[in-house]
């Protein structure tokens, strides 16, 4: 028994079986909606956005742990043994280093916890909570590693002006491709 082909009219999109039999019903095909196809691809995606958070929490936490300059082996000069060197050194600097990577290792367990969880996932307010907690956590990372990684002023110059220059890719991506 042979299969009737229905005309194709080649201006047309041809309609999937599921939506034909939809509209021999009567009943309204449904396309899901931008933030649906955004909630269905991070979902996909959450493998690899976890591991991606993990990441970030296991360094984030190393580098709290053991921090960049290490700590004062003696007492002399008035230091206190296990006390952090680059608090001393570079004060400044410590707490640039301190509060961004204290942000990102708060900003990956977020964005773990909100992974974990698939009814989270379908609402718009907890999907935009997820996309800035990566926002954050990375650009805590970046801050971190920009603070903690040289002292030379013409590197941490440098640094800077690429963290600034991808802060502004971020942004613009953000405001022109929502």
Not at 67 to 82: A, K, M, R, T, Y
Not at 87 to 113: D, E, H, Q, W
Request: aromatic share 12%; with cysteine; glycine share 6%.
């Amino acid at each position: 028994m042979e299969s009737q082909q229905q005309p194709n009219n080649s201006h047309m999109p041809s309609k999937s079986s599921e939506e034909q039999h939809a509209l021999q019903e009567g009943q309204a095909v449904q396309h899901p909606s931008a933030l649906q196809v955004q909630a269905d691809l991070l979902w996909k995606l959450r493998k690899y956005l976890m591991l991606l958070a993990i990441l970030a929490s296991a360094i984030t936490c190393q580098a709290g742990l053991a921090p960049p300059g290490g700590f004062w082996q003696d007492s002399l000069n008035g230091h206190i043994p296990g006390d952090i060197v680059l608090r001393v050194s570079y004060p400044k600097r410590y707490y640039v280093f301190f509060y961004c990577n204290t942000t990102a290792f708060g900003a990956s367990l977020i964005v773990l916890i909100l992974l974990l969880v698939r009814e989270l996932s379908r609402n718009v307010v907890w999907l935009r909570a997820l996309q800035f907690a990566m926002v954050l956590g990375l650009l805590g990372l970046m801050g971190a590693y920009a603070a903690g990684s040289c002292r030379e002023v013409r590197t941490s110059l440098y640094i800077w002006v690429l963290l600034v220059g991808i802060f502004a890719y971020i942004t613009l991506h953000v405001i022109f491709f929502r």
